[in-house]
C-alpha cells in the first residue's frame, strides 16, 4: 500500500513563518547564526541565554529591525526547574513550540589526568544534561499540541573522533550523539523527530589571533580549505527543521568541510 503523505512544494520548504524556533545559548556564536537564519525564514525566534543577556539582546533588536520575531528567554539549563520554568514562559508568549535546537554548551580544556571531578561534572551538565531537560520539556509541549516537532542537537565532529584535553567535552557529545537517537526512536509515535548536527572548527570573532596555528592546520587538513561559518551549521538545522527531512530522524549529519573524510591510520 502507498503511504498517505501530502508532499509539499519545493518552494515552501524553508518557509517557518507559522514555526516557533527556541535557540539555546542563542546569544554568541553558533547559537546567534542559527537564530538568525531562522527568523529569515520567518520563524518566531525564542533566544535563550544564560550569561550571554547582551548578546541576546543585541540579536533581538537585529531581528526585530528585520521586521523578525524574536524576544529573549533566561535560564540556567542545568537546573530542572528554570528549564520548566523556561519553556512554560515560552509556550505562554508564542502558544506552541514546533522546533527546539539545542545548542548551548561550553568546551573548556583540561587534560585527564589533572581534571577535578567538579570541571568534569559542569562539562557533563553544561553539553548533555541541558539537552537532557530541554529535550524533555520541548517534546512534552509538542505532545500535548499534538503537531510533532523537531529537535535538533548540536553535537561535535569530537562525539566520534576525541581531541586533546577534551576528554570531557568528548565524551558529553558522544553521549548527546546517542540521546539524539534514543529520543528519535520513543519520540517518533508523537511525530516528533530528533536529529543531530555535528560542526567542525567553525569561526569566531578573533580565532585567528587566538590559534593561528590551529586555524592554518585546520584550512590545510579540511578538504574544502576554510572554517566553517555560523551559517553553515545553521543552514543544517534549517534542513533538519523543515520538511526536506520529513522521513529522517535519528541522524548525524557532518557539516565539518570535509575533515572527517581523511584516513586515521
Known amino acids: 500500500m502507498k503511504p498517505v503523505k501530502i508532499i509539499p512544494p519545493v518552494g515552501s520548504l524553508l518557509d517557518f513563518h507559522e514555526k516557533v524556533a527556541i535557540i539555546t545559548g542563542g546569544g554568541t556564536g553558533i547559537g546567534r547564526g542559527i537564530a538568525g537564519r531562522f527568523a529569515e525564514a520567518g520563524a518566531t525566534v525564542a533566544i535563550h541565554y544564560n550569561t550571554s543577556k547582551i548578546g541576546a539582546e543585541s540579536l533581538k533588536q537585529d531581528i526585530l529591525s528585520k521586521n523578525g520575531k524574536a524576544e529573549i528567554f533566561h535560564a540556567d539549563l542545568t537546573e530542572s526547574e528554570q528549564v520548566s520554568k523556561l519553556f512554560d514562559s515560552i509556550y505562554q508568549s508564542f502558544g506552541k513550540i514546533d522546533i527546539l535546537v539545542n545548542n548551548a554548551g561550553a568546551f573548556p580544556l583540561a587534560s585527564l589526568l589533572e581534571m577535578t571531578p567538579s570541571q568534569w561534572d559542569n562539562v557533563i551538565n553544561v553539553n548533555l544534561r541541558s539537552a537532557f531537560l530541554c529535550t524533555q520539556a520541548a517534546a512534552r509541549q509538542m505532545i500535548k499540541s499534538g503537531n510533532g516537532g523537531s529537535i535538533i542537537n548540536i553535537t561535535s565532529i569530537e562525539a566520534e573522533n576525541p581531541a586533546p584535553s577534551h576528554c ?10 546517542m540521546l539524539t537517537r534514543s529520543s528519535a526512536m520513543e519520540l517518533a509515535p508523537h511525530q516528533i523527530r530528533v536529529n543531530a548536527v555535528a560542526p567542525g572548527l567553525i569561526w569566531k570573532e578573533g580565532i585567528e589571533q587566538e590559534w593561528p596555528d590551529g586555524v592554518k592546520r585546520w584550512e590545510k ?7 566553517g561559518m555560523p551559517e553553515d551549521v545553521a543552514d543544517a538545522c534549517l534542513f533538519f527543521a523543515s520538511d526536506a527531512s520529513r522521513w529522517i530522524t535519528g541522524a548525524r549529519l557532518l557539516v565539518d568541510g570535509g575533515v572527517m573524510t581523511h584516513c586515521i591510520f
Open 168 to 177: 570531557h567535552y568528548d565524551t558529553a557529545k558522544a553521549g548527546l550523539l
Open 221 to 227: 587538513t579540511a578538504p574544502l580549505h576554510r572554517l
